[in-house]
T-cell receptor
Framework: DQQVKQNSPSLSVQEGRISILNCDYT??????FLWYKKYPAEGPTFLIS?????DKNEDGRFTVFLNKSAKHLSLHIVPSQPGDSAVYFC???????????FGKGTHLIIQP | KAGVTQTPRYLIKTRGQQVTLSCSPI?????VSWYQQTPGQGLQFLFE???????NKGNFPGRFSGRQFSNSRSEMNVSTLELGDSALYLC????????????FGPGTRLLVL
């Protein structure tokens, strides 16, 4: 049973436009959410996080939105740059325990 | 500040053998978590250690074990290796654990033949 779902395995966006990556979750006890970026053969790199008490967090080109009623979060990257091409993972932490639950990832491709 | 380091980076073993992987967290971080990444299952949580104690464990068989030392360095061990244990094993550290950002190391790529 997948508790964190990223339904788009891949996404192609033109350079300079906005990239929107989506993530849905089913566990209502998740209280902390993170986005990571990953290149092949490397560990995930932390991008941005959001606590369940907030609905938006912004850091430079990256903004994460959390809609708790819909159990949905999204990552907006604007403007998209070629170096943003990577696999993006959504992760969530349960309020009762340590350890992150990850989605399967979305491969973002930025086209020139 | 140096990031999370993992050794070795690559490893080849045969079925039935055991393996030990090592992780050094970011200086000052006391929580270390381990994850397994496979193409089929994605990234899955193995266990988390804090102050030399396992605080939480994922849904993996007892062949997977770990420990943490007083300097926060951690090791994980897999005994009686199976072909399905071939994966990228990632270690992540954070200051205290819960509710904090976990920073990942580069991973150890294990191939079981």
């Amino acid at each position: 049973d997948q508790q964190v779902k990223q339904n788009s395995p891949s996404l192609s966006v033109q350079e300079g436009r906005i990239s929107i990556l989506n993530c849905d979750y089913t566990n209502s006890m998740f209280d902390y959410f993170l986005w990571y970026k990953k290149y092949p053969a490397e560990g995930p790199t932390f991008l941005i996080s959001i606590s369940s008490i907030k609905d938006k967090n912004e850091d430079g080109r990256f903004t994460v939105f959390l809609n708790k009623s819909a159990k949905h979060l999204s990552l907006h990257i604007v403007p998209s740059q070629p170096g943003d091409s990577a696999v993006y993972f959504c992760a969530a932490e349960d309020a009762r325990a340590d350890g992150l639950t990850f989605g399967k990832g979305t491969h973002l491709i930025i086209q020139p | 500040k140096a990031g999370v380091t993992q050794t070795p980076r690559y490893l080849i073993k045969t079925r039935g053998q055991q393996v030990t992987l090592s992780c050094s967290p970011i200086s000052g971080h006391r929580s270390v978590s381990w994850y397994q990444q496979t193409p089929g299952q994605g990234l899955q949580f193995l266990f988390e250690y804090f102050s030399e104690t396992q605080r939480n464990k994922g849904n993996f068989p007892g062949r997977f074990s770990g420990r943490q030392f007083s300097n926060s360095r951690s090791e994980m061990n897999v005994s009686t290796l199976e072909l399905g244990d071939s994966a990228l094993y990632l270690c992540a550290s954070s200051l205290q654990g819960k509710g904090e950002t976990q920073y990942f190391g580069p991973g150890t790529r294990l191939l079981v033949l």
